[in-house]
């Protein structure tokens, strides 16, 4: 099974800051690699696809990057709504894992 | 637009059955694999089930392989998860979610809004 490291567990930042969160898969899995905003009571919503790919309607403000196992996610320019959960998750094989989660928290 | 809408969700003995199902609308249900999701309260996402657009596979979580089946009715647009022998570790909301995979990429692109599974004596 491929595992996901997932960091920070959680992180306190300010409206504006920019902000980056980090998956580490275990073995590669190419670029099946998706990240996911989760809210309490709300359903997950796909930020990225395929590593970096942004997903329709979701603001500029998120990107990704990918090198070898290393998968990272940024937000340039926190705004109110971004602070939830973040996951990422593998979709190379089943079980198709998620990370531990990233709780971004207001400063 | 697309919808899944889940259902079945209750209150549960250890040990006891129940069955949950997700009604999806807006899209070509047989066309698309379907998965069931689920985050036990405080927790994080845990993936549970997956089975593909015409049935012939099915792949499970190693912590319900064995209890719980994964199954769709294509000509109701209906998706169903069997959980049986439920332990407390079961509690949680169980979402269903729309699968889009290509050669490039898969991924979950549309969830319900989930159903509460509380299995507790």
């Known amino acids: 099974d491929i595992q996901m490291t997932q960091s920070p567990s959680s992180l306190s930042a300010s409206v504006g800051d920019r902000v980056t969160i980090t998956c580490r898969a275990s073995p590669n899995m ?11 009571g709300k359903a997950p919503k796909v930020l990225i696809s395929a590593a970096t790919r942004l ?8 990107s990704a990057s990918a090198s070898g196992t290393d998968f990272t996610l940024t937000i340039s320019s926190l705004q109110p709504e971004d602070f939830a959960t973040y996951f990422c998750q593998q979709s190379f094989n089943t079980p198709y894992s998620f990370g531990q989660g990233t709780k971004l928290e207001i400063k | 637009q697309v919808q ?5 969700g209750g209150v549960v003995q250890p040990g006891g059955s129940l069955r949950l199902s997700c009604a999806a609308s807006g899209f070509s249900f047989s066309d698309f ?11 994080g996402l845990d993936w549970v089930a997956f089975i593909r657009s015409d049935e012939t596979n099915t792949y499970y979580a190693d912590s319900v392989w064995g209890r719980f089946t994964i ?3 294509n000509f109701k647009s209906t998706l169903y998860l069997q ?39």
């Not at chain 2, 899944?4 to 079945?8: D, F, I, P, Y």
């Open chain 2, 4 to 8: 899944l809408v889940e259902s079945g």
């Open chain 2, 71 to 73: 199954s769709r009715d």
């Open chain 1, 55 to 62: 997903q329709p309607g979701v603001p500029s403000r998120f």
């Open chain 2, 33 to 43: 694999g379907m998965h069931w999701v689920r985050q036990a309260p405080g927790k």
């Open chain 2, 83 to 121: 959980m049986s022998s439920l332990r407390v570790d079961d509690t949680a909301v169980y979402y269903c979610a729309k699968d889009d995979c290509s050669s490039t990429s898969c991924f979950l692109d549309h969830w319900g809004q989930g159903t509460l599974v509380t299995v507790s004596s």
């Open chain 1, 30 to 40: 190419i670029n099946f690699l998706n990240w996911y905003q989760k809210k309490p």
